[in-house]
C-alpha cells in the first residue's frame, strides 16, 4: 500500500470515528428529551349507593274459591259494603318515639330490619246489605251434558267465600357500587 492510500484510510478512520461519536450522543440526548416529554394521566373514582324504600298498605274486601269436579255445579256470591265513617290510618313517624327510626344489617348473606315508628288503625264498619253465600250441586242424568256426563271421577265440589282484611309492610333495600379508572399516554 502506498503512502497516500494509507493517508486516506487514515483520515477517513478518523473522520468516521468522531462521526459515529457525534451520532452516538444525538441519538443518546434524542432518547434523553423523547424519555423526559411523555407524559401519562390517570384518573380512578370509586362510589357506592344505598336505598331503602318502606311501604305499608292496607286492603279490605271479599274472597271467593271454587274446586270442583265436571259433575258438580258451583256458585258463590259476595257482598260487603263499608260504612262511611270507617277509618283506615297508616302513617310513618308515628307512636311513641314520634319518628321513624330504623336499624339495617346488611351480611354477604342475608340481611335484617328492626323499624320503629310505624303506626296503623283500621276501623271497618260493616254495613246492611253485607252477605256471603255458596252453593254445591251434584248433577245427575239429564242435568249432565259434555264434559260433565263423561265424567267417572269422584264427585267432589270445594267453595269458599268471606271477609278479608290484608296489612302488608314492605321493605325494599340495595346497594350498589361503581369503581372507573381513565389512562392517557401521550
Known amino acids: 500500500m502506498d503512502l497516500l492510500s494509507m493517508a486516506v484510510k487514515s483520515i477517513l478512520t478518523r473522520f468516521l470515528k468522531k462521526t459515529v461519536r457525534k451520532l452516538a450522543f444525538v441519538f443518546a440526548i434524542t432518547s434523553i428529551t423523547s424519555i423526559a416529554n411523555a407524559q401519562v394521566t390517570s384518573?380512578?373514582?370509586t362510589g357506592t349507593s344505598a336505598r331503602t324504600q318502606i311501604t305499608?298498605?292496607?286492603?279490605?274486601?271479599?274472597?271467593?274459591?271454587?274446586?270442583?269436579?265436571?259433575?258438580?255445579?258451583?256458585?258463590?256470591?259476595?257482598?260487603?259494603n263499608i260504612e262511611s265513617g270507617s277509618t283506615i290510618q297508616d302513617s310513618f313517624g308515628q307512636g311513641d318515639q314520634g319518628a321513624l327510626k330504623g336499624t339495617i344489617s346488611i351480611t354477604p348473606t342475608s340481611s335484617n330490619i328492626d323499624i320503629q315508628g310505624l303506626s296503623t288503625k283500621n276501623?271497618?264498619?260493616?254495613?246492611a246489605g253485607?252477605?256471603?253465600?255458596?252453593?254445591?250441586?251434584?248433577l245427575h242424568g239429564n242435568d249432565c251434558s259434555g264434559a260433565c256426563a263423561q265424567y267417572t271421577g269422584p264427585t267432589r265440589g270445594n267453595v269458599g267465600v268471606g271477609m278479608i282484611h290484608n296489612m302488608s309492610l314492605t321493605v325494599d333495600q340495595s346497594t350498589s357500587s361503581f369503581s372507573n379508572s381513565f389512562s392517557q399516554n401521550f
Open 43 to 45: 384518573n380512578m373514582g
Open 56 to 80: 305499608l298498605s292496607n286492603t279490605m274486601g271479599v274472597y271467593t274459591q271454587l274446586d270442583a269436579s265436571p259433575n258438580v255445579q258451583t256458585s258463590v256470591s259476595a257482598n260487603l
Open 123 to 127: 276501623n271497618y264498619i260493616v254495613g
Open 130 to 138: 253485607t252477605q256471603f253465600g255458596s252453593e254445591t250441586k251434584t
